[in-house]
């Protein structure tokens, strides 16, 4: 009988942290909210939205890939039969249809009709990735494809993109996911080097975009007010810390490329997530928001413990 972890373990659950993440913080960076407070109620139902379709996208890849887990993962829940698999598919289909009536209702309730258009592109990438772009070289710019949408519904419930460099973020952070995406592919057995290198390569470009988009919102005047007076120049180099630091610890398994170190490097990468929602919205919003999204650190530290993160 299967037990709350075991749909925890099936769900990832402490990921999910990662894509409230990026909803909330694209409403940030385009709304430019600075009081912190509750969000309005059509920005929790496109959080909802964003978390029913990373559910989904965890079920159904599980759901696709039993064969190769009963030979790679056999004690994951599907393979080791602990969660029925007609149930699983059951649930994973039903979190799809939950995420679109989501998206539909805070397209609404916003007024902003773009919210549905990516809700539905979202959906129909979780769909393509699980069931088909997984196992093919375009897997990684699919699901990279999954994180720029995510990131798109939080920026369509506030109205935006309503600037030319506000799109450096999803596409930054669809190149960032993109990139871990690569770098885990061969994470259960043998990592090759030259696959390592390119996942930690897309991953520092896409962060590389994000940071022009930061810098940007400080050289235009739109940043926070801790920023006001401080040159561009300042926040660049707080990225480009940040960047060097991620990056560093991505290579790094390169010199010994066991399954332990990489599946571990890429548990760090995937709650990095966390961190540059934050400073993103901190360079945005204020140091209270970013602060505000760090906490969500808390939940998937503390999950990851009894929950792999991949």
């Not at 998206?103 to 088909?132: E, N």
Request: glycine share 12%; hydrophobic share 55%.
């Amino acid at each position: 009988m299967a037990t709350p972890l075991d749909w925890a373990r099936l769900l990832r659950l402490p990921n999910h942290a990662t894509a409230a993440a990026d909803v909330l913080a694209g409403w940030l960076v385009v709304s430019g909210v600075r009081d912190l407070g509750w969000p309005p109620t059509p920005v929790g139902l496109a959080i909802g939205a964003g978390l029913a379709l990373y559910a989904a996208g965890m079920v159904l890849n599980d759901v696709y890939d039993v064969d190769l887990d009963r030979q790679e993962r056999p004690d994951r829940p599907l393979p080791s039969g602990r969660i029925a698999l007609g149930t699983a598919a059951v649930v994973g289909q039903g979190l799809l249809l939950l995420g679109g009536l989501l998206g539909c209702a805070a397209a609404i309730l916003s007024g902003h009709p773009a919210v549905l258009l990516v809700t539905a592109a979202l959906t129909a990438a979780v769909w393509l990735y699980d069931r088909w772009a997984k196992a093919t070289p375009w897997g990684p710019a699919v699901m990279g494809l999954c994180r720029s949408l995510n990131w798109l519904i939080g920026m369509t419930v506030a109205g935006g993109p309503t600037e030319g460099h506000q799109w450096l973020i999803p596409i930054g952070m669809g190149l960032y996911v993109g990139g871990i995406t690569l770098y885990a592919r061969d994470e259960a057995g043998n990592s090759r080097a030259a696959t390592l290198l390119s996942g930690a390569l897309a991953m520092a470009v896409g962060l590389a975009l994000v940071a022009a988009q930061s810098v940007e919102t400080v050289r235009s005047g739109e940043a926070a007010p801790f920023l006001a007076n401080r040159s561009p120049g300042n926040w660049a180099a707080v990225w480009a810390v940040l960047i060097t630091l991620l990056s560093l610890r991505n290579v790094l398994p390169v010199i010994e490329p066991s399954p332990g170190r990489v599946q571990a490097t890429v548990g760090n990468a995937i709650m990095a997530i966390i961190t540059i929602d934050a400073i993103i919205v901190m360079g945005r919003c204020g140091e209270t928001w970013g602060i505000a999204l760090l906490l969500l650190l808390a939940p998937f530290a503390i999950g990851r413990r009894l929950v792999p993160p991949t």
